[in-house]
T-cell receptor
Framework: GENVEQHPSTLSVQEGDSAVIKCTYSDSASNYFPWYKQELGKGPQLIIDIRSNVGEKKDQRIAVTLNKTAKHFSLHITETQPEDSAVYFCAASFSSNTGKLIFGQGTTLQVKP | GAVVSQHPSRVICKSGTSVKIECRSLDFQATTMFWYRQFPKQSLMLMATSNEGSKATYEQGVEKDKFLINHASLTLSTLTVTSAHPEDSSFYIC????????????FGPGTRLTVL
């Protein structure tokens, strides 16, 4: 079945460094790829998303890249800050166009001051 | 914009009782809402898709008679956990899909259910 693999499961960086989280998906028909940030005890918050008709999207310190041929997409956070510490989830849309999303396993990002 | 609320945020109940969780889209209409369950340190697991005015679609392995879903309006979906047991204790999160914008979902803050 459809699957999304996310790596790494944990990531620790120094404040100011960059962080990269990678995901691969199995369904070549997936066309929507959001990233969510989840803080402890809270619901996921959409931070950036990309659709299959573009290869890269930026929003200030956050960027997402998509390689449809290789079926992988990545989240890039530059100039990390302690408040970026959280769990990050990637997701990919189901091919059946039901609006359903398949989530990756999550990455716990720790930014050390 | 695109705010989703859930109520209650926390609930503790005795085994065998039923618990209702509400999910509301506050500033937009959502023809489709989704219900997820999240266990500690794990990812979100989709339980069901809730469509306004029609029956919910449940994922494989999710008992529809145990997790009752009602989506009576374009801004409200409810999840009722019937005859709750300790193994139902989890973090339940809903999301609402922005009407007309395929796949874009906004999540509620979650409901922590503890069954004693």
């Amino acid at each position: 079945g459809e699957n999304v693999e996310q790596h790494p499961s944990t990531l620790s960086v120094q404040e100011g460094d960059s962080a990269v989280i990678k995901c691969t998906y199995s369904d070549s028909a997936s066309n929507y790829f959001p990233w969510y940030k989840q803080e402890l005890g809270k619901g996921p918050q959409l931070i950036i998303d990309i659709r299959s008709n573009v290869g890269e999207k930026k929003d200030q310190r956050i960027a997402v890249t998509l390689n449809k041929t290789a079926k992988h997409f990545s989240l890039h956070i530059t100039e990390t800050q302690p408040e970026d510490s959280a769990v990050y989830f990637c997701a990919a849309s189901f091919s059946s166009n039901t609006g359903k999303l398949i989530f990756g396993q999550g990455t716990t990002l720790q930014v050390k001051p | 914009g695109a705010v989703v609320s859930q109520h209650p945020s926390r609930v503790i109940c005795k085994s065998g009782t039923s618990v209702k969780i509400e999910c509301r889209s506050l500033d937009f209409q959502a023809t489709t809402m989704f219900w997820y369950r999240q266990f500690p340190k794990q990812s979100l697991m989709l339980m069901a898709t809730s469509n306004e005015g029609s029956k919910a679609t449940y994922e494989q392995g999710v008992e529809k008679d145990k997790f009752l879903i009602n989506h009576a309006s374009l801004t409200l979906s409810t999840l009722t956990v019937t005859s709750a047991h300790p193994e139902d204790s989890s973090f339940y999160i809903c999301s609402a899909e922005l009407a007309g914008v395929n796949n874009e979902q906004f999540f509620g803050p979650g409901t922590r259910l503890t069954v004693l």
